[in-house]
């Protein structure tokens, strides 16, 4: 019976490394800069995201994400343009790095991206839509139920020249089950 003792005090002050649950669902903030041509008609941008998380194996998370980021107005020429995106994209992250219940990942995300440009001449509006194909690449850190996402985004992957920008995510986890 005492021979158990230590055993008993090594395994409860030991954190497991697989003892995380195995989905989770985050809630998040999403903030979008447009570079190349897409900051002529779209500004910054910044909305809310709700994402989903299954761990495969360990260190491997799929995930699948929505958004909705409205972009600030842009005026040139007394021409405004105002923009919004609802990306809807899958990807995975993967551990690559842990430090304590610190832990650094990369990640890639793919899907499509509905736009809608709402363009003012003299007080007329007029709105066009889109839905293309688009893309994350990036990496983050996530500290107990908070991440912090930075990643390349690929808005449109038909017109890199008019979809390219860089996103930064903060969100916090909801649930795991």
């Known amino acids: 019976m005492r021979g158990l003792s230590p055993i008993v005090l090594v395994l409860a002050l030991t954190d497991p490394v697989h003892a995380d649950p195995a989905r ?3 809630l998040g903030v999403d903030g979008v800069a447009p570079f ?3 900051d002529r008609v779209a500004g910054l941008g910044l909305g809310g995201e709700l994402a989903v998380g299954v761990e495969v194996a360990p260190g491997v998370e799929v995930t699948a994400r ?3 980021i409205p972009h600030a107005a842009v005026t040139t020429d007394g021409v405004t343009t105002r923009a919004l995106e609802a990306p809807v994209v899958g990807g995975a992250r993967y551990l690559v790095a842990r430090r304590g219940r610190a832990r650094g990942f990369a990640f890639g995300e793919v899907g499509v991206n ?3 440009t709402t363009v003012t001449i003299a007080g007329v509006d007029d ?3 889109a839905l293309g194909f688009a893309a994350a690449l990036g990496g983050g850190v996530a500290y107990r139920q908070v991440d912090l996402r930075v ?3 690929l808005a449109d992957l038909g017109d890199l020249d008019g979809g390219v ?3 930064a995510a903060l969100s916090v986890e909801l649930a795991r089950w």
Request: net charge positive; hydrophobic share 55%.
């Open 114 to 116: 509905a736009t809608r």
């Open 24 to 26: 989770r669902l985050r």
């Open 165 to 167: 920008g860089v996103m």
């Open 151 to 153: 990643a390349a985004w």
């Open 127 to 129: 709105h066009d839509s």
């Open 36 to 38: 190349a041509t897409w």
């Open 66 to 68: 929505v958004a909705v």
